[in-house]
């Protein structure tokens, strides 16, 4: 059974940066990052493909979030530049198959395997 750790969140101020991990216990795929607010639905952020040749973000993180992956540390992470309040939430990485189709990749339903999240706070 795959498992996935992130960690790397926190409390930061408006216009500051993070960067997430996320260690797999062994080979992953298709990778994603969503996140969660109480109450709502977990959304889409961010997906790489396996070789790292395939990027795609959500409109509202396009331009100051990117994703990257290290295949030799098991490891996928999201580096969070220009923070703002409304990207306060639980941020899930999540583990999918190989396909990198569109359809697939921005849905939480697809992926196989999920960490137990970890918080990320923006001030204001």
């Known amino acids: 059974q795959m498992q996935l750790v992130e960690s790397g969140g926190g409390l930061v101020q408006t216009g500051g940066s993070l960067r997430l991990s996320c260690a797999a216990s062994g080979r992953t795929f298709t990778m994603g990052w969503f996140r969660q607010l109480p109450g709502k639905e977990r959304e889409f952020v961010a997906a790489?493909?396996?070789?790292?040749?395939?990027?795609y973000y959500a409109d509202s993180v396009k331009g100051r979030f990117t994703i990257a992956r290290d295949n030799a540390k098991n490891t996928v992470y999201l580096q969070m530049n220009v923070l703002k309040p409304e990207d306060t939430a639980l941020y899930y990485c999540?583990?999918?198959?190989?396909?990198?189709?569109?359809?697939?990749?921005?849905?939480?339903?697809?992926?196989?395997?999920w960490g137990q999240g970890t918080q990320v706070t923006v001030s204001s």
């Open positions: 790489i493909s396996w070789s790292g040749g395939g990027t």
């Open positions: 999540a583990g999918g198959r190989s396909s990198w189709l569109l359809t697939n990749i921005v849905d939480r339903r697809w992926y196989d395997y």
